[in-house]
């Protein structure tokens, strides 16, 4: 998640919003497709940072309303905001990566499912120089092998991939647990359409 964060409310303009400020002009910009497997990487990469981002920040904005800079001085609160970006962002690497391979294991008969830790564990190592935490990245390396040994390639992209992402999203946005609770429902769809967005993208940029 190529995107540093520092604690004042100009890096958080120029960087952090920088996704979610522009997100409805990306949909306009020309698409590479996927070829090979840094093209599958890259996509990974840039998808579940986006969508990690766009949902946060909506939500955030969506909940605070008018006030909504105005927490971007509290030190605190964007202490908070920056562990539940990272933390959202590196369940939403799992599911694409999950969902991915998946799909093309079952549609092109892409036997190398191996690949998907790998893929995994390189876009989080890369993400050492964004400033990513080390905690966050050992405890999602472990998540993610926890999940590979169960994973089901033949119906994972089948069976609600995004789910956990989704969950992410309701339970590391810092949002009161009276609000969030409330809200359950619309975080959790909102996080979903954005995936099923992405998913329509992925079949399009794999077929030739």
């Known amino acids: 998640m190529a995107l540093k964060y520092k604690f004042n409310l100009k890096d958080i303009n120029i960087e952090d919003f920088r996704v979610y400020l522009f997100s409805l002009f990306k949909a306009f910009l020309p698409k590479k497709k996927i070829k090979n497997l840094d093209d599958l990487e890259s996509f ?4 579940s940072a986006w969508v990690s981002q766009v949902t946060l920040y909506s ?25 539940a970006k990272w933390n959202i962002y590196a369940v939403a690497l799992q599911d694409l990566t999950f969902y991915t391979i998946s799909y093309l294991n079952i549609y092109f008969n892409f036997q190398e499912i191996n690949n998907a830790k790998k893929i995994y564990e ?13 905690d966050i990245i050992d405890n999602s390396k472990k998540n993610f ?37 409330l809200d359950r429902k619309i975080v959790l769809n909102s996080m979903i359409l954005k995936w099923e967005n ?9 077929n030739f």
Not at 44 to 47: A, E, F, G, R, Y
Not at 123 to 132: A, G, H, Q, R
């Open 59 to 83: 939500y955030l904005k969506t909940r605070m309303g008018t006030k909504y800079v105005l927490h971007f001085d509290d030190e605190v609160f964007l202490s908070s905001i920056n562990k």
């Open 198 to 206: 992405i998913e329509k993208e992925f079949i399009k940029l794999i």
């Open 145 to 181: 092998n926890q999940r590979l040994e169960k994973i089901d390639w033949n119906n994972y992209c089948k069976s609600k991939p995004f789910n956990q992402s989704a969950l992410a999203l309701y339970e590391w946005a810092p949002v009161a647990q009276e609000l969030k609770t």
């Open 44 to 47: 990974i990469q840039n998808k």
């Open 122 to 134: 390189k876009i989080l190592n890369n993400e050492l120089k964004n400033s990513m935490p080390e």
